[in-house]
Each structure stands twice: as C-alpha cells, then as structure tokens.
C-alpha cells in the first residue's frame, strides 16, 4: 500500500526525471538489471540509468580504483556516470523504478539491498544469511553509512535487521532514509 501511494505522489517528480535523463545522454531512460533476491532467486531489478552506454565494458578497467572492500565496486567519482547520473545517484533516486519491484513482490521497501549475482559467487558462507528475506529499497545499512561501510559491516547489519525484524524497526528504518538520502554521505 504504502508502494502504491508512494509511486502515486513521486509520480510527477519520476516523470521530470526521466526527461532530464533522455535529454542527458544517450540511451534508455530505465535500465534493468539481474540482481539476487530471497533465497537466492533471480530478479530483474528497475533503476534510472545514471551510466553512460556501454559502461559495463569498462568495469574491468576501472576494478583496481575500488574504494569499497568485499565483492562489490563503487568509486566515488565513477567516470562512466553521466551529468544527471551524478546528482540521482547521490540523492538515491536512481533507485525510485524499484517501487515496480516492490509492487510486484519481488521486493519490500526495507530489508538487505538485492546484491549482483557475481557479488554473490563471491560471499563466504556467513554473508549468504542477507538472502533469506526480501531485498528492500532502503535498509539499515543503508542508513548507517552507506557505501562507507566495510562489506562484512554491511551484512552484520543485515544479518541484524533479519534477526531482529519487526514492523517498528522498519518504520525506524524509513524514517531515517530521508536525512540519509538527504545527506548524500556514503553515496556513490
């Protein structure tokens, strides 16, 4: 419910940010891409495309710039982002198309965020326990730091958030989503 009404309101703001991608560069305004859901299925993840084309092609050039340690890559100032790509990335927008994950099941609005399947090929045994639930949109992690976090603080975080679930951990999760995203700290 809250996903529905959520898509309602931004709907307008989704719209301008669509507009301001496709006049940014070339290529799909949304993009989808295979992520790793609960217990390990498959999902076809929505995202605002904050990349130029072809930018998976240049990752291998790019791996030894990685600021982030465990299995996953982030740099703070990819070169592969576009103009716009930048600003949504920081504000978190990119991430607003999962609301049609979420509508569909395949997500929650809170819980561990849906990792690459080559990030999982990776994890040790103890990092696989943040797919036994539902990928969210936003998550505790998410809010404790973001990507300034060490990969095994990250899944101690969701390992947390899996065993210590309630409905009141997940409002105080969203609450603190918004000065997060406002914030901008850790994202990149």
């Given at each position: 419910?809250?996903?529905?009404?959520?898509?309602?309101?931004?709907?307008?703001?989704?719209?301008?940010?669509?507009?301001?991608?496709?006049?940014?560069?070339?290529?799909?305004?949304?993009?989808?891409?295979?992520?790793?859901?609960?217990?390990?299925?498959?999902?076809?993840?929505?995202?605002?495309?904050?990349?130029?084309?072809?930018?998976?092609?240049?990752?291998?050039?790019?791996?030894?710039?990685?600021?982030?340690?465990?299995?996953?890559?982030?740099?703070?100032?990819?070169?592969?982002?576009?103009?716009?790509?930048?600003?949504?990335r920081r504000a978190s927008i990119d991430e607003l198309p999962q609301l049609i994950n979420?509508?569909n099941g395949e997500m929650s609005l809170v819980g561990p965020r849906p990792p690459l399947?080559?990030?999982?090929?990776?994890?040790?045994?103890?990092?696989?326990?943040?797919?036994?639930?539902?990928?969210?949109?936003?998550?505790?992690?998410?809010?404790?730091?973001?990507?300034?976090?060490?990969?095994?603080?990250?899944?101690?975080?969701?390992?947390?958030?899996?065993?210590?679930?309630?409905?009141?951990?997940?409002?105080?999760?969203?609450?603190?989503?918004?000065?997060?995203?406002?914030s901008g700290r850790g994202a990149y």
């Amino acid at each position: 419910a809250l996903a529905t009404l959520l898509t309602t309101m931004l709907s307008p703001i989704l719209a301008l940010i669509a507009r301001a991608l496709k006049r940014d560069s070339d290529g799909p305004v949304r993009v989808r891409h295979a992520r790793i859901g609960r217990n390990g299925t498959p999902v076809t993840c929505y995202k605002y495309r904050s990349m130029k084309k072809e930018a998976e092609k240049e990752l291998a050039l790019l791996w030894e710039r990685n600021e982030v340690t465990g299995p996953i890559f982030k740099i703070r100032d990819d070169p592969r982002m576009t103009r716009v790509g930048k600003w949504i990335r920081r504000a978190s927008i990119d991430e607003l198309p999962q609301l049609i994950n979420v509508l569909n099941g395949e997500m929650s609005l809170v819980g561990p965020r849906p990792p690459l399947p080559n990030e999982v090929e990776k994890y040790e045994d103890w990092h696989k326990k943040r797919l036994e639930v539902a990928p969210g949109l936003t998550g505790l992690w998410q809010v404790s730091g973001r990507s300034d976090l060490p990969f095994d603080e990250m899944v101690m975080l969701d390992i947390y958030y899996i065993e210590n679930w309630s409905l009141g951990l997940d409002f105080k999760i969203f609450l603190r989503t918004i000065p997060a995203v406002l914030s901008g700290r850790g994202a990149y």
